[in-house]
């Protein structure tokens, strides 16, 4: 098993006794009811434009079997299945919460045959190597318990030259955008998620994960160093968030 990183630590709850990965099942459990609209109100719908742009990188690889890593509502099985049309997604998640609302909209577009959702462990994916064309991740890796682990684990499950894409907060660069990003994560989304009557600790959670993870450099050198090749790093609102991509070796 690989080393923990400093990012791997950060927790939900502080006062729990249980580990990151039961607390962050626990936590998605408790705000899935709104999670979707709290999405949609906080980043003022730039989710959905980031989340499209990453899925159109799949285009050219056409690929059929996607599996889609902390699914959670589904949003972007959804989406994939739209602009990609593949034969199958599976879409796997700790948290039964969110995989229960996520079925209700996969029935709700039609789309219950071509896309299944189960419980499942990123750090134990539980089908055999080289199974899909493609993995994808949105706004999931930083919830990894072991972040190089869950890595390894969606490389195993990648056919060979099978591409990966994750979608991750990131930290701004410009001055002006850094003040105030920070500004709104440590202030205003904690407020508005309480004006939602969610759990403030979930939403403190997500600016504190977001400032630890490895992110750009740090990130694609973490993806080569588990054996990804053909990394790539690409800023999105002005390094807001950042869409990453690998490739598993060709044989």
Known sequence: ????????????????????????????????????????FLSARTDIGWRKKAIRRFKKDNPQHI???????????????????????????????????GRKKVEKEGLASKIHLHTGDSETIKFAENTFDAVMVAFGVRNFENLEKGLSEMLRVLKPGGQLIVLEFSKPRGRAVKGFYNLYMKLVAPQVARWFKQNKEAYQYLNESANAFPDRQL?????????????????????????????????
């Open 67 to 101: 599996l889609d890593v902390a699914t959670g509502t589904a949003d972007m099985a959804i989406m994939a299945c739209h602009i990609l049309n593949p034969a199958q997604i599976t879409g796997i998640d700790i948290s039964e919460g969110m995989l229960e609302l």
């Open 1 to 40: 098993m690989s080393n923990p990183l400093p990012h791997d630590t950060i927790i939900p709850f502080k006062e729990s006794a249980k580990g990151k990965k039961e607390q962050v099942a626990e936590m998605f459990d408790n705000i899935a009811g709104k999670y979707d609209v709290l999405n949609r």
């Open 219 to 251: 990130f694609t050198d973490i993806l080569k160093k588990v054996g990804y090749t053909e990394t790539d790093c690409t800023p999105l609102s002005f390094g807001i968030c950042c869409i990453y991509s690998g490739r598993k070796p060709a044989v």
